[in-house]
């Protein structure tokens, strides 16, 4: 399997601020994904980040709003821009590694 | 994109075995179904994948129907740490998280 850490696992933070979280897997992966998971609910694919190429958003997000990068094949970070209440949820990392989705732990984010 | 249904919810009591049927109709021949398991802060975790039939690992087994348009996830002699949300995704391997679905979850709960 792979593993997957996530920095920081939670964050309290001003509305009109960017936080930036930090995805770090054991292995190399191709493709890596950003999900987003508010409470209660199921989870959302926000998009996807394959090394070499720029990320692909779902419908309903847009790069300005998450800037994704993706400099190597172990390491991602997706940017929550100009945050406001609405964006406060559970961020979520995940790879896909021998056929494999994973999941990393998550980032609880707070906007007040 | 192959839609997902699953129980809301369900309970059983410590011992008993626990079945959870996902509904995916409009499953695409390339698409697997993996089951994930999700405690409260933490990012889901792996718990079996399979294609058709019968795949049985050390946690749970996974049966597929010959049609492929549902599949179960069985949990033997639950235990009160089962307590859990019960996540299946249908989806190709080899592409795009986007192409996968992720069904809304089933919220189980092991009584003692």
Known sequence: SAVISQKPSRDICQRGTSLTIQCQVDSQVTMMFWYRQQPGQSLT??????????????????????PISRPNLTFSTLTVSNM????????????????????????????? | LAKTTQPISMDSYEGQEVNITCS?????????????????????????????????????????PADRKSSTLSLPRVSLSDT??????VGALN????KSTFGDGTTLTVKP
């Open chain 2, 24 to 64: 995916h109709n409009n499953i695409a021949t390339n698409d697997y179904i993996t089951w994930y398991q999700q405690f409260p802060s933490q990012g889901p975790r792996f718990i079996i994948q399979g294609y058709k039939t019968k795949v049985t690992n050390e946690v749970a087994s996974l049966f597929i």
């Open chain 2, 84 to 89: 859990a949300v019960y996540y299946c995704l």
């Open chain 1, 45 to 66: 694919l926000i998009a996807t980040a394959n090394q070499g190429s720029e990320a692909t958003y779902e419908s309903g997000f847009v790069i300005d709003k998450f």
């Open chain 1, 84 to 112: 406001s209440p609405e964006d406060s949820s559970i961020y979520l990392c995940s790879v896909r590694y021998q056929e494999t989705q994973y999941f990393g732990p998550g980032t609880r984010l707070l906007v007040l």
């Open chain 2, 95 to 98: 592409t795009n998280a986007g």
